[in-house]
């Protein structure tokens, strides 16, 4: 019988390689939610002004994770970006997308401002990342923040799924995180590297689901305790 991933972006043939490989679809079948955190990346004004339909349906689908976890003793963390090396980021990126970035990223700046769409509590866990990672040490305190909370599954959305999501993703799995990925409540840039990136975490890092399969898990954890 053929298993088919619930994440349309996930090809079949690769679900069928990786179901022979390791013998189950999912790396994480099951999550506490009070020992898991949404780490929601980058979802500020200024990133969601630049992508207002796309970035709306993933908002939507990050609120939709995010009560369902907190009422359930979880973790939402909000993370936007500081530049920490203009310079090198313009060498990158090229001078006039830097100095967009630099100048969103400055104290009051819109890219230092989540979006008002964002359901957030005073319980919410905040951080800034001085690159494109929340969990690359020494350049966001992230990490040190879920370790308090004890802190041990993390699902990731936001922006961009192929940048700052990815690469927040894969430090997390070094770092020894159970990690998922929700793949409709993120937003990656075009020519299929949203599918890519999630393609190859699912392949070798962690696992890759949609937010209703999420909410399914974090109920069925409250049903089954």
Do not use: W
């Amino acid at each position: 019988m053929q298993v088919v991933h619930p994440s349309p972006e996930i090809p079949q043939g690769l679900v069928d390689k990786i179901v022979a490989q390791r013998g189950r679809l999912h790396v994480h079948d099951r999550f506490d939610p009070s020992r898991t955190a949404l780490i929601v990346v980058d979802m500020d004004v200024g990133s969601c002004a630049r992508e207002p339909e796309s970035t709306a349906a993933a908002i939507e689908r990050i609120n939709a994770v995010s009560s369902p976890l907190r009422s359930a003793g979880g973790t939402v963390a909000f993370v936007t970006s500081e530049i920490a090396d203009p310079a090198d980021l313009a060498r990158r990126l090229g001078d006039q997308r830097a100095a967009m970035y630099q100048r969103e990223a400055r104290s009051g700046g819109v890219g230092t401002i989540l979006t008002a769409a964002l359901t957030t509590t005073d319980q919410d866990l905040r951080a800034r990342k001085a690159g494109a990672s929340a969990f690359f040490p020494g350049r966001c305190n992230l990490h040190e923040q879920l370790q308090v909370r004890r802190i041990t599954s993390l699902l990731i959305a936001g922006l961009v799924t192929n940048v700052c999501c990815e690469s927040s993703a894969r430090d997390a799995c070094e770092l020894g995180y159970e990690v998922t990925m929700v793949s409709d409540a993120m937003v990656g840039q075009s020519f299929g590297l949203h599918e890519a990136s999630l393609s190859t975490f699912f392949r070798v890092f962690g696992d890759v689901r949609p937010a209703s399969d999420v909410v399914r898990l974090i109920s069925g954890f409250e049903r089954s305790s």
